[in-house]
């Protein structure tokens, strides 16, 4: 990960300033309190948050100049640049942005999978690190510079081993070999031993009050054995009790598996082989044969003239034909009729309304809409004259002026000159342009009303002229087909005597002129029944009833193979068929709670008569029992009281107590002794675990830098237990706390550095290098420049510092204070 530029709002000295930054080595130069620091602590508070309270850092960095406290940061990862922004201190807003611009509905969730698999502690302990970490190097004993320096392949060690020491002080502090006062449980394992030592002079009643203990613990448990027979017997009682109250399903079982008389009269078989299938076939075929009626009937025909429709029907053929074909469009002009008449309702309703907002603003009549494009400002209208006015003035102007230039002949110029400026002058003004309003009274506008409510109205206007004239259409529309329904229905008159009044709909009419015409329709086929269809009839009829003997066969076909004589003793056969289905499923229900298993327990026990006596000698054993834990409980109570009588001494009673008492303190302060002395051993041997499992490959890359820092002098570094060990050219071994503090200082960057490139193949953030080197002379600066630049090849680093004397080419360098000078 690379952070190519920062903005920052408001954060400490800085304000609206941005910084682009190098992706490899970038120098950051600047004098004390130039800010490189407050840039440092920037880049981590928008990368993990800033801080929230005062009492977590001596400097919030609150903006000088009252700005947005905050700014962003632009990430390059994985070829791909994200924004990070985060605004607001206190109540801080985090923006992640992704490469397309869209920004990420889950901003902490983004930028953690950035990150990962660090955090703010582990980037501080990893890839940021200042002067101040040096120095506490200087100021460490022997022991303690080896454990730093050892604990480096372990994140937040520094801490660990802080609370390690404090675990170890706490369990040193409540015990120790040596006996002393000040320290808790060695006083009060006195105090234990010195009650102990009173106690055992007390003979006299001890032996008395703990053969009275041992009667007691032996009632005790007696008690608790007869109880615990108790409680088994009221167990069985409940199980037995469960399975007698299943003695009505155990009967009905029974009585179900032995059958029921309604089946005896079919077999098994017979019941089987009628199938839903075969009761659905024989339902279907009796219904078939129930519904052909062979009947013959009579024969209703008539002649034409039996019936008075068929009269008026001979007499009006051509009308009532016409009629008949016109049915139709008889329907058809009607709905249409129905139709325009709602359309012409809605309209009806739009028009009032509409009439009554422009009656409002312009009174009756309504105005028409203005023709489209029309401009209806007042318009300015220049006549020739004042044209010719301006002409004649500017001429007698000129004329005057010439008058003054010629020196020969002046006065007939300033005659001329004067004419023309008084004649054009009176000829313009009185023919002057005049604004001249376009007359819209021909459209039904008064002359004051007001042009902005006449442009404002032309679209409701227009709306109204509109429905104007589609009302008068859909008027006149109604009317014709008003017309062409009265036409036809007039060819309906012969029928006038079985229709409705004119009073009803049109609807009404025309449905009775269809029930009319169709009966018409219906005695002229039954009045034109020849000999040859009566002889159809007859066929017909034979048909039917040869269909309905070959439904009769099959139906007592399937008769025949379920063994019953007629359809009602079918009908007895799907009743007992249908009983022992219901006999099936109550025996079902009956079996999911009378389980297998609770069926074979009854007839283990020997039935429910027997299940019966044994809840009645399981009662009358718990009787029994009930009574035994009287005499126990009346055996305990005398106990008691002869130990309440041996305990009769208080002061006896009480050492006694405050011995228990004590015994129990002793225990609670060594299991806090021994928790705290285990949790600081567990500590130590998981750092030295973490350690040794990856210092192999942080050991080589250290081992490089701390030879070339200290030119060659020490080789390697060697891990031994709880201890670090260095080796010079010549072979000799020296402890890391024999180093001076200059290598000690060395051996930790060589460390530190090795360590985070370690972990930087997780994911390299940049590395944050805050003036660490001040006190390193000038041959080793030289040498840390070096590697850092080399660090530089594959990471980026950041590195402030307040010296210029340094080996890093100018395009590195940003010079913080000529940025402010700028």
Same mark, same amino acid.
């Given at each position: 990960?690379?952070?190519?530029?920062?903005?920052?709002?408001?954060?400490?000295?800085?304000?609206?300033?941005?910084?682009?930054?190098?992706?490899?080595?970038?120098?950051?130069?600047?004098?004390?309190?130039? /800010?490189?620091?407050?840039?440092?602590?920037?880049?981590?508070?928008?990368?993990?948050?800033?801080?929230?309270?005062?009492?977590?850092?001596?400097?919030?960095?609150?903006?000088?100049?009252?700005?947005?406290?905050?700014?962003?940061?632009?990430?390059?990862?994985?070829?791909?640049?994200?924004?990070?922004?985060?605004?607001?201190?206190?109540?801080?807003?985090?923006?992640?942005?992704?490469?397309?611009?869209?920004?990420?509905?889950?901003?902490?969730?983004?930028?953690?999978?950035?990150?990962?698999?660090?955090?703010?502690?582990?980037?501080?302990?990893?890839?940021?690190?200042?002067?101040?970490?040096?120095?506490?190097?200087?100021?460490?004993?022997?022991?303690?510079?080896?454990?730093?320096?050892?604990?480096?392949?372990?994140?937040?060690?520094?801490?660990?081993?802080?609370?390690?020491?404090?675990?170890?002080?706490?369990?040193?502090?409540?015990?120790?070999?040596?006996?002393?006062?000040?320290?808790?449980?060695?006083?009060?394992?006195?105090?234990?031993?010195?009650?102990?030592?009173?106690?055992?002079?007390?003979?006299?009643?001890?032996?008395?009050?703990?053969?009275?203990?041992? *009667?007691?613990?032996?009632?005790?448990?007696?008690?608790?054995?007869?109880?615990?027979?108790?409680?088994?017997?009221?167990?069985?009682?409940?199980?037995?009790?469960?399975?007698?109250?299943?003695?009505?399903?155990?009967?009905?079982?029974?009585?179900?598996?032995?059958?029921?008389?309604?089946?005896?009269?079919?077999?098994?078989?017979?019941?089987?082989?009628?199938?839903?299938?075969?009761?659905?076939?024989?339902?279907?075929?009796?219904?078939?044969?129930?519904?052909?009626?062979?009947?013959?009937?009579?024969?209703?025909?008539?002649?034409?003239?039996? *019936?008075?429709?068929?009269?008026?029907?001979?007499?009006?053929?051509?009308?009532?034909?016409?009629?008949?074909?016109?049915?139709?469009?008889?329907?058809?002009?009607?709905?249409?009729?129905?139709?325009?008449?709602?359309?012409?309702?809605?309209?009806?309703?739009?028009?009032?309304?509409?009439?009554?907002?422009?009656?409002?603003?312009? *009174?009756?009549?309504?105005?028409?809409?203005?023709?489209?494009?029309?401009?209806?400002?007042?318009?300015?209208?220049?006549?020739? !004259? !004042?044209?010719?006015?301006?002409?004649?003035?500017?001429?007698?102007?000129?004329?005057?002026?010439? /008058?003054?230039?010629?020196?020969? !002949?002046?006065?007939?110029?300033?005659?001329?000159?004067?004419?023309?400026?008084?004649?054009?002058?009176?000829?313009?003004?009185?023919?002057?342009?005049?604004?001249?309003?376009?007359?819209?009274?021909?459209?039904?506008?008064?002359?004051?009303?007001?042009?902005?409510?006449?442009?404002?109205?032309?679209?409701?206007?227009?709306?109204?002229?509109?429905?104007?004239?589609?009302?008068?259409?859909?008027?006149?529309?109604?009317?014709?087909?008003?017309?062409?329904?009265?036409?036809?229905?007039?060819?309906?008159?012969?029928?006038?005597?079985?229709?409705?009044?004119?009073?009803?709909?049109?609807?009404?009419?025309?449905?009775?002129?269809?029930?009319?015409?169709?009966?018409?329709?219906?005695?002229?086929?039954?009045?034109?029944?020849?000999?040859?269809?009566?002889?159809?009839?007859?066929?017909?009829?034979?048909?039917?009833?040869?269909?309905?003997?070959?439904?009769?066969?099959?139906?007592?076909?399937?008769?025949?193979?379920?063994?019953?004589?007629?359809?009602?003793?079918?009908?007895?056969?799907?009743?007992?068929?249908?009983?022992?289905?219901?006999?099936?499923?109550?025996?079902?229900?009956?079996?999911?709670?009378?389980?297998?298993?609770?069926?074979?327990?009854?007839?283990?026990?020997? /039935?429910?008569?027997?299940?019966?006596?044994?809840?009645?000698?399981?009662?009358?054993?718990?009787?029994?029992?009930?009574?035994?834990?009287?005499?126990?409980?009346?055996? &305990?109570?005398?106990?008691?009281?002869?130990?309440?009588?041996?305990?009769?001494?208080?002061?006896?009673?009480?050492? &006694?107590?405050?011995?228990?008492?004590?015994?129990?303190?002793?225990?609670?302060?060594?299991?806090?002794?021994?928790?705290?002395?285990?949790?600081?051993?567990?500590?130590?041997?998981?750092?030295?675990?973490?350690?040794?499992?990856?210092?192999?490959?942080?050991?080589?890359?250290?081992?490089?830098?701390?030879?070339?820092?200290?030119?060659?002098?020490?080789?390697?570094?060697?891990?031994?237990?709880?201890? &670090?060990?260095?080796?010079?050219?010549?072979?000799?071994?020296?402890?890391?706390?024999?180093?001076?503090?200059?290598?000690?200082?060395?051996?930790?960057?060589?460390?530190r550095l090795a360590f985070a490139e370690s972990l930087a193949v997780k994911n390299p953030l940049p590395f944050l290098i805050d003036d660490s080197f001040v006190n390193f002379d000038a041959s080793r600066k030289d040498v840390m420049d070096r590697i850092l630049n080399h660090l530089a090849e594959k990471y980026q680093v950041i590195y402030f510092t307040a010296n210029h004397d340094q080996n890093f080419m100018e395009t590195n360098i940003i010079d913080l204070g000529a940025l402010a000078n700028a």
């Amino acid at each position: 990960m690379i952070i190519r530029k920062l903005h920052i709002v408001g954060f400490g000295k800085f304000s609206d300033f941005d910084l682009d930054l190098r992706n490899d080595l970038q120098v950051v130069y600047g004098e004390n309190e130039s /800010g490189k620091s407050t840039l440092r602590q920037f880049i981590s508070g928008v990368l993990f948050g800033f801080t929230q309270n005062k009492r977590q850092a001596s400097n919030l960095y609150e903006p000088h100049n009252g700005a947005q406290y905050g700014g962003s940061l632009l990430l390059e990862k994985d070829q791909r640049l994200w924004e990070i922004s985060r605004l607001g201190r206190t109540q801080s807003r985090l923006s992640v942005k992704a490469p397309n611009g869209v920004e990420s509905p889950n901003p902490e969730d983004q930028l953690k999978q950035l990150l990962a698999p660090f955090t703010e502690d582990s980037f501080q302990d990893i890839f940021s690190f200042d002067q101040e970490q040096l120095n506490e190097i200087r100021n460490l004993s022997g022991k303690d510079l080896s454990n730093r320096l050892l604990s480096f392949s372990a994140v937040n060690a520094d801490r660990w081993q802080e609370l390690s020491a404090a675990l170890d002080k706490s369990a040193s502090d409540r015990f120790g070999v040596t006996k002393t006062a000040k320290r808790p449980i060695n006083r009060l394992i006195k105090d234990f031993e010195d009650l102990d030592t009173q106690i055992d002079a007390m003979t006299g009643q001890l032996s008395q009050y703990r053969q009275a203990e041992e *009667n007691k613990d032996r009632l005790v448990h007696q008690l608790e054995e007869v109880e615990s027979q108790q409680k088994k017997l009221q167990i069985q009682i409940g199980q037995f009790t469960k399975l007698a109250d299943l003695s009505d399903l155990y009967a009905e079982k029974n009585e179900l598996a032995a059958g029921s008389s309604d089946l005896e009269a079919f077999s098994d078989a017979q019941i089987t082989a009628l199938t839903d299938s075969t009761a659905a076939q024989v339902e279907k075929l009796e219904g078939q044969i129930n519904g052909i009626d062979l009947d013959e009937g009579s024969d209703h025909s008539t002649e034409i003239s039996e *019936n008075p429709l068929l009269t008026i029907y001979k007499n009006n053929q051509r009308d009532l034909d016409l009629l008949d074909q016109s049915i139709p469009n008889l329907i058809a002009g009607n709905n249409l009729f129905d139709q325009t008449k709602n359309e012409l309702k809605v309209l009806s309703s739009r028009l009032d309304q509409l009439h009554a907002d422009l009656k409002v603003k312009f *009174n009756d009549p309504i105005p028409k809409p203005l023709p489209q494009g029309l401009n209806i400002q007042p318009k300015t209208k220049i006549s020739a !004259f !004042f044209i010719i006015g301006i002409i004649l003035a500017v001429a007698g102007v000129l004329g005057i002026v010439y /008058g003054f230039l010629s020196l020969e !002949f002046p006065l007939p110029f300033f005659i001329c000159g004067a004419g023309g400026l008084i004649i054009g002058g009176l000829l313009a003004f009185f023919e002057r342009p005049k604004k001249e309003s376009i007359d819209l009274s021909g459209y039904g506008y008064g002359t004051q009303t007001d042009l902005a409510l006449i442009t404002a109205s032309q679209r409701e206007l227009q709306e109204y002229d509109e429905k104007v004239q589609n009302f008068n259409q859909l008027v006149k529309q109604k009317q014709g087909q008003l017309y062409k329904i009265d036409s036809l229905l007039k060819l309906a008159m012969p029928l006038k005597q079985y229709l409705p009044d004119s009073a009803q709909s049109h609807d009404t009419l025309v449905g009775q002129i269809q029930v009319l015409l169709n009966e018409i329709r219906d005695e002229k086929r039954s009045a034109a029944l020849s000999a040859e269809q009566k002889r159809l009839v007859e066929d017909n009829r034979q048909q039917q009833q040869n269909h309905l003997n070959d439904l009769k066969n099959q139906q007592r076909q399937i008769f025949d193979s379920l063994k019953v004589t007629d359809y009602s003793e079918f009908q007895k056969l799907l009743a007992a068929r249908s009983s022992a289905q219901q006999r099936q499923d109550h025996l079902q229900n009956i079996e999911q709670v009378l389980t297998t298993d609770k069926e074979a327990m009854i007839n283990q026990l020997g /039935g429910i008569d027997q299940i019966i006596l044994k809840i009645q000698a399981a009662k009358a054993q718990l009787t029994n029992l009930d009574a035994k834990i009287q005499d126990v409980n009346g055996q &305990l109570l005398t106990v008691q009281s002869q130990l309440m009588s041996l305990s009769g001494d208080r002061d006896y009673q009480d050492k &006694l107590q405050q011995r228990a008492d004590l015994e129990t303190e002793i225990n609670n302060e060594l299991e806090g002794y021994f928790t705290n002395r285990l949790a600081a051993s567990w500590i130590n041997e998981s750092l030295y675990e973490i350690s040794h499992e990856r210092m192999p490959e942080i050991k080589k890359q250290a081992e490089a830098y701390f030879s070339e820092l200290t030119d060659g002098k020490y080789r390697e570094i060697i891990f031994q237990d709880h201890a &670090l060990l260095v080796t010079n050219g010549q072979g000799d071994h020296f402890y890391a706390y024999e180093l001076s503090k200059g290598s000690s200082e060395q051996l930790y960057v060589a460390l530190r550095l090795a360590f985070a490139e370690s972990l930087a193949v997780k994911n390299p953030l940049p590395f944050l290098i805050d003036d660490s080197f001040v006190n390193f002379d000038a041959s080793r600066k030289d040498v840390m420049d070096r590697i850092l630049n080399h660090l530089a090849e594959k990471y980026q680093v950041i590195y402030f510092t307040a010296n210029h004397d340094q080996n890093f080419m100018e395009t590195n360098i940003i010079d913080l204070g000529a940025l402010a000078n700028a």
